[in-house]
């Protein structure tokens, strides 16, 4: 989710070596954290739109020296979820959801473990043609993703950093055909 993001760095063209055999796109992103908050933070924010399109969002940090937590979720809701093929969307409308968490802890001043889970839902129609309407077509698709990332850092000076971040994600998707 995007309310999660502390930074991000998107590098096109000929990327560093570090990156491996990339040639055209490396997106380094950096979730937000708890760490070093001293008081609860957040923001929570709604929206309507077009289409009866709806949403929400919203994120609470909160942490100390040696632990953080950061939470985001997001909601949204509409009556055109994908590019229908048609100008008025036929049979488009659609559900998202996610939840995000990133936890720290701080075992040294220079260790600290961190573990990233995600958690998403998506179930949407598949925008029909006017052709596909009057035949009564009615495909539909749900998406579930869970993706757990424990990470380890270790800074040993100025200028080496050992860190390690394994990931686990699993996705799965369910197509309803007509």
């Known amino acids: 989710p995007t309310n999660a993001l502390q930074s991000m760095e998107v590098m096109t063209g000929a990327v560093p070596a570090e990156f491996g055999d990339k040639t055209s796109l490396v997106v380094n992103a950096i979730s937000r954290s708890g760490l070093g908050q001293?008081?609860?933070?957040?923001?929570f924010a709604t929206r309507y739109g077009?289409?009866?399109?709806?949403?929400?969002?919203?994120?609470?940090?909160?942490?100390?020296?040696?632990?953080?937590?950061?939470?985001?979720?997001?909601?949204?809701?509409?009556g055109r979820f994908l590019d229908a093929p048609?100008?008025?969307?036929?049979?488009?409308?659609?559900?998202?959801?996610?939840?995000f968490n990133h936890f720290d802890y701080k075992i040294t001043p220079n260790d600290t473990?961190?573990?990233?889970?995600l958690l998403a839902r998506n179930r949407f129609e598949i925008p029909n043609t006017i052709d596909q309407q009057t035949l009564g077509q009615d495909q539909r698709q749900l998406v579930?993703?869970?993706?757990?990332?424990?990470?380890?850092?270790?800074?040993?000076?100025?200028?080496?950093?050992?860190?390690?971040?394994?990931?686990?994600?699993?996705?799965?998707?369910?197509?309803?055909p007509s």
């Open 38 to 43: 001293h008081k609860p933070t957040g923001s």
């Open 50 to 78: 077009t289409f009866g399109t709806v949403g929400a969002l919203g994120d609470l940090s909160v942490g100390g020296d040696k632990v953080g937590n950061f939470t985001a979720f997001n909601f949204e809701r509409s």
């Open 86 to 99: 048609e100008f008025d969307p036929l049979h488009d409308q659609g559900k998202a959801a996610n939840l």
């Open 113 to 117: 473990l961190h573990l990233n889970v």
């Open 144 to 176: 579930r993703t869970l993706n757990l990332a424990p990470g380890y850092l270790h800074t040993f000076n100025s200028s080496t950093l050992l860190t390690v971040n394994p990931y686990y994600r699993l996705d799965q998707v369910w197509y309803d």
